[in-house]
């Protein structure tokens, strides 16, 4: 079974930087494509952004792109998701999702497309 393990969220001010870790184990993590999701308060979730297998392709919210940056280890069986000059509009519960497993380079921004997630970890930016 995949399990998936999110850290560093926090409360932070806007303008500020924070980076959320996502620690996948139970299956071969390379074979996945990942994706991190949010909730905001009184919202459904959405993608943030997404990332192929080998790291080669990535997705990208229009909300935050140019601030956030997806990336992964897959020696280190780890997704990350770089924030910056964040806003109150971030505030929300973070999610980590693998979709697969694929062989080729396909990847999805579409939650449906995702078999696992992880608990999720809070993001709150104080204005």
């Known amino acids: 079974q995949v399990q998936l393990v999110e850290s560093g969220g926090g409360l932070v001010q806007a303008g500020d930087s924070l980076e959320l870790s996502c620690t996948v184990s139970?299956?071969?993590?390379?074979?996945?494509?990942m994706g991190w999701f949010r909730r905001a308060p009184g919202k459904e979730r959405e993608v943030v952004a997404a990332i192929s297998r080998r790291g080669a392709s990535t997705f990208y919210a229009d909300s935050v792109k140019g601030r956030f940056t997806i990336s992964r280890d897959n020696a280190k069986n780890g997704v990350y998701l770089q924030m910056n000059s964040l806003k109150p509009e971030d505030t929300a519960v973070y999610y980590c999702?693998?979709?697969?497993?694929?062989?080729?380079?396909?990847?999805?921004?579409?939650?449906?497309?995702?078999?696992?997630w992880g608990q999720g970890t809070q993001v709150t930016v104080s204005s």
């Open positions: 139970g299956g071969t993590f390379s074979r996945y494509y």
């Open positions: 999702a693998a979709g697969g497993p694929v062989s080729g380079g396909y990847y999805s921004s579409r939650q449906y497309d995702y078999n696992y």
